[in-house]
C-alpha cells in the first residue's frame, strides 16, 4: 500500500533542533515534488519546504519565516525526505505533514503528521 510516514517531532526548548524524516512506501520519491507542510491550533495549513524532482532541477523553497534555519534535503536510495530544522522558535510549533506530488498525472499522497512543540 501506498504510505508516507513521518518521524521525528517532539518536544523542544527554543533554540533547539530537530530532524523530521518522511518515509515513502509503495512507491518511489524520484518524480515527486516533496513538500512539508505545517499547521498549528487554529490557523490554516502552511507550506514550510518544498523540493522538486532532479529530473525537473531539484529546485528548492522555503516559507520565510524558516529560510536559514531549516533545510529540506531528499534521499532516494532511502525513499525519503528530511527537515532539518535550527534555531527553533514558539512559532514553529504545529504538526508537520509530508506531501508527495507529482506533478503530470496529478497523483499527491499525504502522511499523518508529527507534532513538533517548541515551549520553555
Known amino acids: 500500500q501506498v504510505q508516507l510516514v513521518e518521524s521525528g517531532g517532539g518536544l523542544v526548548q527554543p533554540g533547539g533542533s530537530l530532524r523530521l524524516s518522511c518515509a515513502a512506501s509503495?512507491?518511489?520519491?524520484?518524480?515527486?515534488?516533496m513538500t512539508w507542510y505545517r499547521q498549528a491550533p487554529g490557523k490554516e495549513r502552511e507550506l514550510v519546504a518544498t523540493i522538486a524532482s532532479d529530473n525537473a532541477g531539484g529546485r528548492i523553497n522555503y516559507v520565510d519565516s524558516v529560510k536559514g534555519r531549516f533545510t529540506i534535503s531528499r534521499d532516494n536510495a532511502k525513499n525519503t525526505v528530511y527537515l532539518q530544522m535550527n534555531s527553533l522558535t514558539p512559532e514553529d510549533t504545529a504538526v508537520y505533514y509530508c506531501?508527495?506530488?507529482?506533478?503530470?498525472?496529478?497523483?499527491?499522497?499525504w502522511g499523518q503528521g508529527t507534532q513538533v512543540t517548541v515551549s520553555s
Open positions: 509503495g512507491f518511489t520519491i524520484d518524480k515527486y515534488i
Open positions: 506531501n508527495a506530488w507529482w506533478v503530470v498525472p496529478g497523483r499527491t499522497y
